[in-house]
C-alpha cells in the first residue's frame, strides 16, 4: 500500500503501483488540504461570481460565461470533446502511473476538486480498471487535455477501459468491478485533465528503466572487455578524480567493481598502451548518460509532487489562471533522456561490432566455426546498427517544435509528451543492443574458453545468462532471434541486473 500526500512520492513508489500492482490510500492531511480547496469553489459557484474554469469556457472561450445549471454539462462536455486521442492504447503500467499521478497532484489541494472525485479515482486505479488511452494527440500544454480526457470518461461511463485484461465499454468495466458512475462539478473537469501527467508518467518508467539500462551497459562493457584481454589501468580511481563528474567516477568504480579477481584483463605494458574509445572511454561515455539521467530523475521527482492544471486554487482563496500546465519544464529532460539512452545503444552497436569482426576480435568471424557455411552473428550486428541509427532520428528534440492551437491563445506549446514516448522508444531499442552485446560476449567467452575465472560481477553475469541461453555451436545456423529474446527479457524483467548485484553493487552516481 502506497499512501499518497501530494508531496513524498517517489519514483520507486511509481513503479511499485504501475507495474507491481500496489493500491494506493489518502493520507489524512491531503484529504483536508481537498477539502478545504474545494469549499473555495463552491462558494465562488454560490457568489455567482465569474472565474475561469469554474463557470466559463475554455482556453479562447474564456470570456464566455456558463450558468450555474448548465455547470456538470460543461464538465462532462469538456471531457467528451477533449478526448481526441489516436494510435495504439498506452501500456497498463504506464495508464496506471498516469492515474496515481494524477491523484497525488490533486492531493495538494490546490485544484479545488471533491474528496469523493478523488476516491474514484483512486477506487478505478486499486480495482484495476484501465482506461483505453490512445497515446498520441497531446500538445504538453495546456498539459495532457486529449489523453487524461480518455483517462476520466470511464468514470463518467464513457470511453473504454480494461478490465481482467478485457477491452470493453468504460461503462461496462466500472460496473464489473463494482465502481460507481459519477457526474462531475464544476471545475472538476479541467482539474482532471489539464496538466503534465501522461508526459510524466510515460518520462517517470522511462527514467526508471534507463538507470537499470545504464549499470547494465557497464555489465555489457566489462564482459566484452573480459573478451579482448582490455587493459584495466583505465577505471583507476586517481585518473577519475581529475575530472570528478559524478557519472564518471561512478562508471569507473562500477567496471573496478564489475572486474575485481578478472584473470583476463591486463595492466598497460609497452606492446599494449591503450585500448579503442569503445572500451578505455566507457567511464566518460556511459558517465555522460549517467548524469543526464541522474539530473532527469531530480526533475521526475519534483514534478509527481507538482501542481500543474489550471487555475490554481490558493490556499489564502485566491484563484489564478497561471501556467503550470506547461510541460517545458519536462519536455527538455525527456529530450535530454532519449539522448542519453541512444548513446547507450551506439556505444554498445560498435563493442558488438568489435566482438564479431575477426580483424577487431581476433575470433572467428562473426563467432561461428564455420564462417561462410554459417553466418553466425553476422546480423544480429545489422539489426543493432539499425537500431542505433532509428535513435538518432527519434533523438531528435521535441522540446524545439511548437505549433500554436486555440486560436492563438495557447500559442507555445511543449510538445513534451512527444518527447517522454520518444525517449522511452529510444530506450527499448537500446536495451535490445545491449542484449545483443552481453549475448555476443558470452558466445566469445566460450570460444576463447576463458568462461572461469572473470570478474567478480562479469562472472555472476556470464553464470546468470548462461542458464537462459546455451552457448551456441553453429556447426549450422540457428534461428538466432529466439535466443536474443531470451537475453531482451531478463535485461526487460531486471533479473539479470538482480543477479549481478548480488555479486557486486553498482551505482549510476
Known amino acids: 500500500m502506497v499512501k499518497l500526500d501530494g508531496k513524498s512520492l517517489t519514483l520507486e513508489q511509481v513503479v511499485e503501483v504501475a507495474r507491481q500492482g500496489a493500491k494506493v490510500e489518502l493520507d489524512q492531511t491531503a484529504i483536508e488540504a481537498v477539502n478545504n480547496s474545494r469549499k473555495i469553489v463552491d462558494e465562488i459557484v454560490e457568489s455567482k461570481r465569474v472565474v475561469y474554469g469554474v463557470n466559463t469556457g475554455f482556453g479562447s472561450l474564456c470570456r464566455v460565461s456558463i450558468s450555474a445549471e448548465d455547470t456538470a454539462q460543461l464538465q462532462e462536455n469538456l471531457i467528451r470533446t477533449h478526448a481526441t486521442g489516436f494510435g495504439e492504447p498506452f501500456k497498463k503500467d504506464v495508464v496506471r502511473a498516469i492515474i496515481l499521478i494524477r491523484i497525488n497532484s490533486l492531493l495538494k489541494g490546490n485544484s479545488g476538486i471533491r474528496l469523493s472525485t478523488v476516491e474514484a479515482l483512486i477506487n478505478m486505479l486499486n480495482a484495476d480498471v484501465i482506461p483505453h488511452i490512445p497515446e498520441k494527440g497531446s500538445l504538453g500544454a495546456s498539459g495532457d487535455l486529449a489523453p487524461l480526457a480518455h483517462m476520466v470518461l470511464p468514470l463518467l461511463g464513457l470511453g473504454k477501459a480494461y478490465y481482467e485484461g478485457e477491452l470493453m465499454s468504460g461503462r461496462e468495466a466500472m460496473e464489473k468491478a463494482g465502481q460507481e458512475i459519477i457526474t462531475l462539478g464544476a471545475k472538476e473537469g479541467l482539474a482532471l485533465i489539464n496538466g503534465t501527467t501522461v508526459l510524466t508518467a510515460v518520462g517517470a518508467l522511462a527514467t526508471y528503466d534507463a538507470i537499470e539500462l545504464l549499470k547494465l551497459n557497464d555489465v555489457a562493457g566489462a564482459l566484452s572487455l573480459e573478451v579482448h584481454n582490455g587493459i584495466h589501468d583505465a577505471f583507476k580511481e586517481g585518473l577519475h578524480t581529475i575530472r570528478p563528474h559524478a557519472g564518471q567516477l561512478a562508471t569507473a568504480k562500477n567496471m573496478r567493481t564489475l572486474i575485481e579477481g578478472s584473470q583476463h584483463t591486463r595492466p598497460q605494458t609497452p ?239
Open 271 to 509: 606492446e599494449h598502451v591503450q585500448d579503442a574509445y569503445t572500451l578505455r572511454c566507457i567511464p566518460q561515455i556511459h558517465g555522460a548518460s549517467k548524469d543526464s539521467v541522474a539530473y532527469v530523475k531530480e526533475k521526475v521527482e519534483i514534478e509527481i509532487n507538482a501542481v500543474t492544471d489550471n487555475p490554481i486554487i490558493t490556499h489564502d482563496g485566491d484563484v489564478i489562471s497561471g501556467g503550470n500546465f506547461h510541460g517545458e519544464p519536462m519536455a527538455q529532460p525527456f529530450d535530454f533522456l532519449g539522448i542519453a539512452v541512444a548513446e547507450i545503444g551506439n556505444v554498445s552497436e560498435r563493442r558488438v561490432e568489435r566482438l564479431v569482426n575477426n580483424q577487431l576480435s581476433g575470433l572467428p568471424s562473426f563467432l561461428v566455426k564455420h564462417p561462410g557455411l554459417n553466418s553466425g552473428f553476422m546480423i544480429t550486428q545489422y539489426a543493432c546498427a539499425a537500431l542505433a541509427s532509428e535513435n538518432k532520428i527519434l533523438a531528435h528534440p521535441a522540446s524545439v517544435d511548437s505549433i500554436p492551437s486555440c486560436e492563438n491563445q495557447e500559442d507555445f506549446v511543449s510538445m513534451g509528451t512527444i518527447a517522454a514516448r520518444t525517449a522511452a522508444e529510444i530506450l527499448e531499442n537500446s536495451r535490445r543492443v545491449v542484449a545483443t552485446e552481453i549475448m555476443a560476449a558470452c558466445q566469445a567467452l566460450d570460444l576463447k574458453e576463458q568462461t572461469s575465472g572473470l570478474g567478480k560481477g562479469t562472472q555472476a553475469a556470464y553464470d546468470f545468462v548462461r542458464k537462459q541461453v546455451d552457448f551456441i555451436e553453429l556447426d549450422k545456423d540457428i534461428e538466432i532471434y529466439d535466443e536474443l529474446n531470451k537475453v531482451s527479457a531478463v535485461l526487460e524483467d531486471g533479473s539479470l541486473l538482480k543477479a549481478v548485484e548480488e555479486a557486486v553493487s553498482l551505482d549510476i552516481q
